[in-house]
Structure formats: structure tokens, C-alpha cells
């Protein structure tokens, strides 16, 4: 399959990584993001995400950004008051950069799409099930995602979009974030996020058995 090659506006991110089927707030102020965006509102709507590697960067350059990203569509965009702009994204697909395509005004890359090779149809329902299950233990523990959000996963069966909307939902690392998003090979992503949920299920009741041995000291 030939790989399809696009050229899109892109908005740093300082802290954040945004995954394919993830739907997230930006607060753009930025100058030249703002221009990509409006660029991008003009255009096709389309916007590619990269994270910075320095978030402390105000003016990042292509070669301090990580060379994997997503391709996000522009649901909405309001200009605030103080001159910012709110924008909801909802994230479509990994790409790869290819190079920089030359912008006085703005950042503008060319990418390609990322195609996963897809595993045969018993290991992607048996693996998706698994991790589904994890994450269920997680949400029980933690208490910290609301029961829609599970639901919303549950109802979804290709096995990369479960682990990439886990992994928008987890309070993890940013560069833990980036190498789950880097990471192409499916079963590998998913045994990246299937040992973050266990380390983090660990954490928690290695955190609750001292809670009970202070309470019986």
C-alpha cells in the first residue's frame, strides 16, 4: 500500500501529547500556532500535533519537536478576549515527519500517514479484552476516570484505538506518552501500556497495605 503524503500546518504542544481518537482542549497563544490554525480553518481543517522535546522552548523548530505525531481535525476554535485562541481537536491519525515545508508565517511540514499492520482477528479481540479488563481494575482502584469514559472504550474493537485512548485517559509521563505514540508495532504499544497499568495498580496497593499497617500500629 503506498503511503500517503501530506502537508499540513503544525502546532507545537509544550506539555502534552495528543493521540489518534483522543478529543482535547488547546490553549493557543503562540503567534505562529495561531497563524497555523488559521491557515489550517482555511484549508481543510486539518492540523498535525507534535510534541516538543524542550517545553520550556517558546519558538521550537522542527528539529527539536519529535518526528512522530498526529494528525488532528479542527472541531471548533474561538478567539478569547485576551487574545488567545480555544480549540477542540480531536485527534485522526500517527504520522511521520518527512521534512519542512518552507513558511515564513507559520511551522508547515510534509508527513506521511503511519499504516499499522494489523494482527489477525482472534489475537486483536483476545488482546483488546485484556486490556480493557486492566484498565477496569485501574478505574475501580483509582477512581479517577468517569464511568462513560469506560464505556466509550468498551464499545470499541480495534485494538489500537483501545490502547491509544487508554493511554489519553492515564496520568502518565509525557515521555512515556511519546513512546507509546512512537511506537508502531501494536503489540509492543500495547505491552508498553499494559505495563504502565500494572506498575501503576501495583503502586496503588503497595500504597494501601502501608495506609492498613499504619492504621493497626
Not at 471548533?76 to 480549540?87: S, Y
Not at 488482546?127 to 479517577?144: E, G, P, Q, R, V
Not at 476516570?145 to 502518565?172: F, G, K, N, Q, Y
Amino acid at each position: 500500500m503506498a503511503l500517503l503524503k501530506f502537508n499540513h500546518p503544525v502546532i507545537p504542544l509544550r506539555d502534552l501529547v495528543v493521540f489518534p481518537g483522543g478529543v482535547t482542549t488547546l490553549f493557543v497563544g503562540r503567534a505562529r500556532s495561531i497563524k497555523a490554525l488559521t491557515e489550517a480553518m482555511s484549508v481543510d481543517k486539518k492540523i498535525v500535533l507534535l510534541t516538543q522535546s524542550n517545553p520550556s522552548e517558546d519558538d521550537p523548530k522542527l528539529k527539536t519537536l519529535n518526528k512522530i505525531g498526529t494528525l488532528a481535525s479542527i472541531l471548533q476554535l474561538i478567539k478569547l478576549p485576551d487574545g488567545n485562541v480555544k480549540v477542540l481537536v480531536e485527534g485522526i491519525q500517527r504520522i511521520k515527519v518527512l521534512g519542512e515545508v518552507e513558511s515564513s508565517d507559520y511551522l508547515k511540514i510534509q508527513c506521511e500517514v503511519i499504516n499499522e499492520e494489523p494482527l489477525n482477528t482472534k489475537d486483536e479481540a483476545n488482546l483488546s479484552n485484556f486490556i480493557k479488563a486492566k484498565f477496569t481494575d485501574y478505574i475501580k482502584l483509582t477512581k479517577k476516570v468517569a464511568p462513560e469514559v469506560l464505556a466509550t472504550i468498551d464499545a470499541l474493537d480495534e485494538v489500537s484505538r483501545v490502547i491509544d485512548s487508554i493511554a489519553s485517559h492515564l496520568p502518565i509521563q509525557i515521555e512515556k506518552a511519546q513512546e507509546i505514540l512512537d511506537t508502531q508495532d501494536v503489540q509492543l504499544r500495547a505491552d508498553l501500556l499494559i505495563g504502565l497499568l500494572e506498575s501503576q495498580i501495583d503502586a496503588i496497593d503497595v500504597d494501601r497495605k502501608i495506609q492498613i499497617g499504619r492504621a493497626h500500629v
